[in-house]
T-cell receptor, first 112, second 111 residues
Framework: DTAVSQTPKYLVTQMGNDKSIKCEQN?????MYWYKQDSKKFLKIMFS???????INETVPNRFSPKSPDKAHLNLHINSLELGDSAVYFC???????????FGNGTRLTVT | QKEVEQDPGPLSVPEGAIVSLNCTYS??????FMWYRQYSRKGPELLMY????GNKEDGRFTAQVDKSSKYISLFIRDSQPSDSATYLC???????????FGTGTRLLVSP
């Protein structure tokens, strides 16, 4: 039973398009995150939500808009996709900020 | 200078070797230290979680934290080809809401 699941696994799209990535966790955690991992494997936080409230917005372009309909879900919508958005996007959840993160398996976004 | 430094590798070792993976950090406030393992095309999975200085052992894995030197290590005994992955260190302190990751070290264990 997958703890943190995100869909789709792969996303190939053209510049200028709008796309969404969905994430769900069944761990009962209050805090959820979006991370971006670049080609050099560096994981950089984008957003965090605690109980549906935005806590961290890490200077991400406003083309990226997270939405948390409830504390088990955190979706990411990206408008006007650019080549530089190509990366792997990971959703994660935790029971608190000092607690370990549980990651999904990522969405590999390729913008052509 | 990055907050957390980690040699990207790759680190290549033969099966059965003892592996030492390390991270240094600059912020002495960090209190909680984690090691994640990431297989290709998968999400990072937690291996070890420690608080403050000292050692923690779990099977073939030992995590070591030296806060005075701002240095953490992960030792893998009797390494196996299945240990081939990227290992990421991460750390945080109370009141800081962002887990800070190292860049990861790629480990290759050959049969």
């Amino acid at each position: 039973d997958t703890a943190v699941s995100q869909t789709p696994k792969y996303l190939v799209t053209q510049m200028g398009n709008d796309k969404s990535i969905k994430c769900e966790q069944n761990l009962g955690h209050d805090t959820m995150y979006w991370y971006k991992q670049d080609s050099k494997k560096f994981l950089k936080i984008m957003f965090s939500y605690n109980n549906k409230e935005l806590i961290i917005n890490e200077t991400v372009p406003n083309r990226f808009s997270p939405k948390s309909p409830d504390k088990a879900h955190l979706n990411l919508h990206i408008n006007s996709l650019e080549l530089g958005d190509s990366a792997v996007y990971f959703c994660a959840s935790s029971s608190g900020y000092n607690s370990p993160l549980h990651f999904g398996n990522g969405t590999r976004l390729t913008v052509t | 200078q990055k907050e957390v430094e980690q040699d990207p590798g790759p680190l290549s070792v033969p099966e059965g070797a003892i592996v030492s993976l390390n991270c240094t950090y600059s912020n002495s406030a960090f209190q909680y230290f984690m090691w994640y393992r990431q297989y290709s095309r998968k999400g990072p999975e937690l291996l070890m979680y420690t608080y403050s200085s000292g050692n923690k052992e779990d099977g073939r894995f030992t995590a070591q934290v030296d806060k005075s030197s701002k240095y953490i290590s992960l030792f893998i005994r009797d390494s196996q080809p299945s240990d081939s992955a990227t290992y990421l260190c991460a750390m945080i302190y109370t009141g800081f809401q962002k887990l800070v990751f190292g860049t990861g070290t790629r480990l290759l264990v050959s049969p």
